[in-house]
């Protein structure tokens, strides 16, 4: 019985000990950020930026003149480049690290995905003490670059990165949607481009184009491929038009309004185009760029992001030069359903601050985050696609106005497609929009292009989608992304983590184990005294 009491004395201890370290620092061991009085710079300091960029070289090379002149500036930080071809990758490693504590200490991510970052943890900084701090904040007094006001921040996009009480963002860069266009096409079909697109046009124009001839061969193009209208986010596509047509998506709190009578009605209509074969999305066909310079489509809608691929003289084209046809490209807003009130999604990359036991580490990590709000950076980065930048400060430069200005001038730096792209967004900041922000938002996010995506697979696979075809996707959608488990900004998103840590289920254990251990010492106790 000795024995015993010592190996429970013993066990309860480290119980006692592991309960007390996990307790006092919150779930991932880290004490909430203050900033410091001073930037020790007596130290060095070794950082991590995690950042994406595609097959765009130049973006690359944006990163690391921003990291050789910010040490250059700054000496005792190094920063290490870790470069990534997929937000969701970005996405799920730090997920994965989170538990062990080796985030990154700067990472390019979208809001949808911080939110779930917090999840029970101080992992990432909130940012707001930062912004206004006098010496370090943004345009601080001891900051040894050129940096913003908070107030030059285009307001829209700071408010993307708000959510919680508290900024967990800045923007980085931002985008829009744009409709990229074949007019040569849409006029030999005897049609003119409205100012403004809507979505009966485009059907209407996209049915048109599915004509063949006796051979076979579509009409418009001759050729034995055309898919008239292709939709590379149908996330944002499904998003959007329930935001135009004021129908419900989810509350501010998480709450899910995805499915109801106004998305059903959507689907049917995507179903009767795919049926056609008038529509289809990336995910089925591919990249709706290969088909736009192919010749093989004539509505492609894609982020303005992607406008170095759009067009004839694309310099990122992906085909051989052999399959391109000759058009004119017209940028447009995406299509709307009130033409006179257009609604168009926000996005874009937005960089967080990840914690750290030093706040030393984490301060140096700032400075390094709002470097990237510099406008050599800024601009430079958005010269390389249809991006704008994010501050009024690099907007309004005689730099990017005289880049703007020399539109056309050649098929790289220039691009005309790409310039018109970026105007685009410039000339609709106040008709842009975001979704809510919540702990389960990109699962949201993922259901509501899912589902356009099933319909169009199964109308293609000539099933048939009526009304039970629809209630059946609501519940699979539910299931799948554990919609149903969400009532405010809940458990759909702690189900984002995954499973529990193992640190985690050690100690609950221990725990219980302990539990089970005194009730027995207790039931002994009762026998002994019996005898």
């Known amino acids: 019985m000795k024995m015993l009491c010592k190996g429970l004395a013993f066990f309860l201890l480290l119980a006692c000990m592991a309960a007390a370290l996990t307790g006092c620092h919150g779930s991932n061991g880290l004490q909430s950020f203050s900033v410091p009085d001073e930037f020790d710079d007596s130290r060095a300091y070794e950082i991590t930026f995690w950042a994406k960029n595609d097959t765009n070289k130049a973006q690359t090379l944006i990163y690391e003149q921003a990291i050789a002149d910010f040490q250059a500036l700054y000496p ?295 470097y990237l709000l510099t406008n050599d950076v800024q601009i430079a980065y958005s010269s390389t696609e249809g991006y704008v930048p994010v501050t009024s400060k690099a907007q309004n430069s005689a730099e990017y106005l005289d880049y703007l200005s020399r539109i056309g001038e050649d098929n790289a730096e220039h691009y005309e497609v790409k310039i018109k792209a970026a105007s685009l967004l410039l000339d609709n900041i106040g008709n842009t929009f975001v979704t809510p922000v919540f702990n389960g938002s990109t699962s949201l996010r993922d259901a509501a292009g899912q589902m356009i995506e099933e319909v169009t697979k199964s109308v293609r696979r000539k099933k048939v989608v009526d009304d039970a075809f629809i209630d059946a996707l609501y519940s699979d959608m539910n299931a799948l992304y554990r919609l149903d488990q969400t009532g405010s900004a809940g458990a759909a998103g702690k189900a984002e983590l995954g499973p529990m840590p193992q640190t985690s289920v050690i100690l609950l254990c221990a725990l219980g184990g302990t539990w089970i251990l005194i009730a027995l010492y207790a039931a002994l106790n009762v026998l002994r005294r019996k005898k």
Request: charged share 20%; net charge negative; hydrophobic share 35%.
């Open 76 to 370: 005792n930080i190094t920063v290490n480049l870790r470069l990534y071809t997929d937000y969701g990758k970005i996405y799920n490693d730090v997920i994965t690290n989170i538990a062990t504590n080796t985030t990154p200490n700067v990472c390019i991510t979208y809001p949808d995905h911080i939110a779930t970052y917090l999840t029970g943890s101080n992992c990432v900084v909130p940012l707001d003490a930062l912004f206004t701090d006098e010496k370090y904040g943004l345009s601080g007094s001891e900051v040894r670059f050129d940096s913003p006001a908070l107030e030059e921040i285009i307001p829209q996009f700071l408010k993307e990165c708000a959510f919680g009480g508290h900024h967990y963002a800045i923007p980085y860069m931002r985008s829009t949607e744009a409709c990229y266009v074949n007019k040569t096409y849409v006029e030999t079909l005897g049609y003119e481009l409205p100012e403004t697109l809507t979505w009966d046009f485009v059907w209407e124009v996209s049915e048109a184009a599915t004509a063949r001839d006796a051979d076979g061969n579509y009409r418009i193009n001759g050729q034995k491929v055309m898919i008239p209208f292709i939709y590379k986010s149908t996330d944002n596509m499904m998003i959007q038009m329930l935001r135009q047509l004021n129908a419900g998506y989810s509350t501010e709190d998480g709450d899910i309004l995805l499915f109801n009578d106004t998305t059903r009605e959507l689907l049917n209509t995507v179903a009767e185009h795919a049926g056609t074969g008038a529509f289809s999305t990336f995910k089925i066909s591919s990249y709706p760029a290969n088909f736009l310079n192919a010749g093989q489509c004539i509505f492609a809608v894609d982020s303005t992001a992607g406008a170095t691929w759009m067009g004839t003289d694309a310099p990122l084209s992906d085909i051989s030069e052999d399959k391109l046809v000759e058009f004119e490209t017209a940028v447009m807003t995406i299509p709307q359903f009130d033409p006179e009130h257009p609604q168009m999604i926000s996005q874009g990359p937005s960089v967080c601050v990840f914690n750290k036991d030093d706040p030393q580490e984490v301060l140096a990590s700032w400075l390094f985050a709002q």
